[in-house]
C-alpha cells in the first residue's frame, strides 16, 4: 500500500497545477495539531495495516436514519469505489492497531457520488466533488451511536467562519500522523459554486475533511457546510483550500445515500450547469469609480497574475491574485504623496 496512488492527493495529482508552489503571503494562519474530533478520521484499504503510515483522504460521520454515513471528497469516492477491504478509522491514533483504535474501525459498504463529477477536474464539475460513504456497524456498535454526528446543512452564501479538520499524510511535518485543524473565515472562489478558505498545512490526505459551522466542543454537535474538495481535487497548494457549496444537487445526493438508492435508479440532469457570474474584482462598484490606473502582472512572484491600482487620491493598491481569474482583498501598498503647507 505504500506504493498505491494516495486517495487524497489533492495537492500532487491537481494537474496544471504551479511547477513551484508559492510561499503563503505574511499573516496567512497556520493548522495547529490537536487530538482530532470523534465524529472525524480516515481511510484505509486493499488491505493498508490500520497501524501503518499511508492513509489516505479524511471524512467526518454526518447524520443519518442508518446511524452509518460519512462524508467524503468525490475524488476520495471515486477511489474507494475502485478498492476493496475499505475501512473508516474515526478520530485516528497513529500506531495502534483495528482493536485499539479509540472506536474501532468500520467497514465501507456503499459509495454514493454524483455520475456528472469529473474526478480531479478544474472545469464546472469540480463543484461536485462530495461523496457520501456508508459504513458497517462494528462490535461497539454503529458509528453515529459511537461517535456523535454533524449535521449536513446546504448553504446559501459563500462568506462563514468555520473549523475546519483533516488527516495529513505522515511527512515531515506530521511525523505522528496527527489531526488538524483551523479556525477560518471563507470566501467565494469566483466563477465556481466553491467556498476558499487560506490556512497553512493542509497537504495530501485531507481531502474531504468537513469545513465546520458552529462546533459546540462540549457536545460534539455542529454543522457541516463543506469539505476539502473542488477545483483540482482541492487546492493547489497547502496554505489555500476550497470546498463546494451544498446546493440541491449535494441535497439530492444526500437523500439518496440515506435512503440507500443508488446511482443506477436515479436520473440526474446533463451536463451539470455550473456557476453563470465570472470572476469579479474586489470592493464595491462604487470603490471603482476612483481608480486612476490600473496594472498587472505577476508583481509578488506567486506565478499568478496580481493588479496594481493607483487611486485618485495617490493612493497605491496591490491585490494578489488567487489563480482562479480573482484577487484576494490587499491593504494598501503605498501611502499618499505627502503634500505641501505652503
Known amino acids: 500500500m505504500a506504493k ?13 497545477a504551479p511547477s513551484a508552489a508559492p510561499a503563503a503571503p505574511a499573516g496567512t494562519p497556520t493548522a495547529a495539531h490537536f487530538d482530532g474530533l470523534p465524529m472525524v478520521g480516515t481511510f484505509f484499504f486493499q488491505g493498508t495495516p490500520v497501524s501503518g503510515d499511508s492513509t489516505y483522504c479524511s471524512g467526518s460521520v454526518v447524520r443519518s436514519k442508518g446511524k452509518n454515513m460519512v462524508l467524503t471528497a468525490g475524488h476520495c469516492g471515486t477511489q474507494l469505489r475502485n478498492s476493496v477491504q475499505r475501512i473508516f478509522v474515526p478520530q485516528y491514533r497513529y500506531g495502534l492497531g483495528s482493536s485499539d483504535q479509540p472506536w474501532g474501525v468500520f467497514p465501507v459498504h456503499e459509495v ?14 469540480s463543484d461536485l466533488d462530495f461523496a ?19 449535521t449536513f446543512t446546504p448553504a446559501t452564501t459563500y462568506e462563514h467562519d ?3 479538520v483533516g488527516y495529513p499524510s505522515k511527512d515531515k511535518e506530521n511525523p505522528t500522523h496527527k489531526a488538524i485543524r483551523c479556525d477560518v473565515p471563507t470566501t467565494r472562489l469566483h466563477g465556481f459554486r466553491q467556498m476558499k478558505m487560506e490556512c497553512g498545512g493542509f497537504h495530501s490526505g485531507v481531502s474531504g475533511g468537513p469545513w465546520i459551522k458552529g462546533y459546540n466542543r462540549k457536545t460534539n454537535t455542529g454543522q457541516v457546510i ?9 487546492g493547489d497548494v497547502h496554505w489555500i483550500s476550497y470546498s463546494p457549496i451544498y446546493g440541491k444537487d449535494a441535497q439530492d445526493l444526500y437523500n439518496d445515500a440515506n ?6 435508479n436515479v436520473h440526474r440532469p446533463n451536463p451539470y450547469q455550473g456557476a453563470t457570474d465570472g470572476p469579479v474584482l474586489p470592493g464595491s462598484g462604487d470603490t471603482w469609480k476612483h481608480a ?3 496594472a498587472s502582472g505577476d508583481f509578488s512572484g506567486t506565478g499568478h497574475s496580481d493588479l496594481l491600482v493607483l487611486w485618485t487620491d495617490g493612493e497605491a493598491t496591490l491585490y ?23
Open 132 to 150: 457520501f460513504v456508508t459504513v458497517t456497524a462494528n462490535a461497539k456498535g454503529a458509528v453515529e451511536n459511537l461517535t456523535g454526528a454533524l
Open 112 to 125: 454514493y457520488m454524483d455520475g456528472r463529477y469529473e474526478n480531479n477536474g478544474r472545469g464546472p464539475t
Open 4 to 16: 498505491a496512488k494516495p486517495l487524497g492527493a489533492m495537492r500532487s495529482d491537481a494537474p496544471a
Open 226 to 234: 463543506g469539505n476539502v474538495g473542488g477545483v483540482g481535487g482541492g
Open 259 to 264: 435512503n440507500g438508492i443508488g446511482e443506477k
Open 320 to 342: 494578489p491574485g488567487d489563480g482562479q481569474g480573482g484577487f484576494r482583498p490587499e491593504p494598501p501598498a503605498t501611502s499618499p504623496a505627502p503634500t505641501s503647507s505652503t
Open 162 to 164: 468555520v473549523t475546519v
Open 292 to 294: 486612476k490606473q490600473i
